[in-house]
């Protein structure tokens, strides 16, 4: 369980990232994924991360400290629809930095709505996650939008996707943020991650 959660900053830049003297997790995903609702389930704060951040919205990383121990980050999504090539080229370079120059991340939870059928975005941002080392975790949300069935069927062909262009089949939890499914199984593998 969480027992504290504090905003600490929000940056465009990740060279201003606070000083890497703890374990650091970070979650990114499609914007809508529900990446803020998880968030707030996991933390158990309801509004420490903002939902439904708009597309004009400057894009940030942003610093949650959990309980004095290590860092939460939340990333800004990809994917908008209408975002200028110019927003995008930026998010790119702060994400790629941001990720392969974080020396103290541990582990970054790779948000994917499981209402849906395997996107090419996401495919693509974890086969880039892949070539860089960045050490990924697979997140489904929204499973209780549907039937287990449908939940199921798309988790498998998701996975099944990603085993072909990996080779091996990732780490991953089935979660939604509306009944706390996955929270305890989360948190533990997330304080497994920040004890090694
Ligand atoms: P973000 O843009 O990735 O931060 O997504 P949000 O957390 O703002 O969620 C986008 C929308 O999906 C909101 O309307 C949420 O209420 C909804 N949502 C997020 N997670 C879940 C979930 O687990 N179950 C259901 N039913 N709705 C969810």
Request: glycine residues 6%; contains cysteine.
């Amino acid at each position: 369980m969480i027992r504290k959660a504090q905003f600490v900053v929000s940056n465009t830049t990740p060279e201003k990232c606070p000083k890497p003297d703890r374990a650091e997790i970070a979650f990114i995903g499609r914007s809508n994924v529900g990446k803020s609702s998880l968030i707030n389930m996991l933390t158990g704060v309801k509004e420490l991360a903002k939902t439904s951040q708009k597309p004009g919205k400057t894009q940030l990383i942003n610093h949650f400290m959990i309980d004095d121990r290590w860092f939460l980050v939340d990333l800004p999504g990809y994917g908008f629809a209408k975002v200028s090539k110019d927003k995008k080229v930026k998010w790119e370079k702060m994400i790629s930095t941001y990720l392969t120059t974080r020396q103290n991340l541990c582990g970054v939870f790779v948000l994917i709505d499981s209402r849906l059928e395997p996107q090419k975005i996401d495919l693509e941002f974890l086969n880039w996650c892949g070539e860089e080392n960045v050490p990924f975790v697979v997140v489904f949300t929204k499973a209780d939008k549907q039937s287990k069935t449908q939940t199921d069927k798309n988790v498998k062909a998701f996975l099944d996707k990603m085993a072909e262009i990996f080779g091996d089949y990732p780490d991953y939890f089935v979660t939604s943020a509306e009944k706390g499914a996955g929270k305890e199984e989360m948190l533990t593998f997330i304080s497994d991650l920040i004890a090694e």
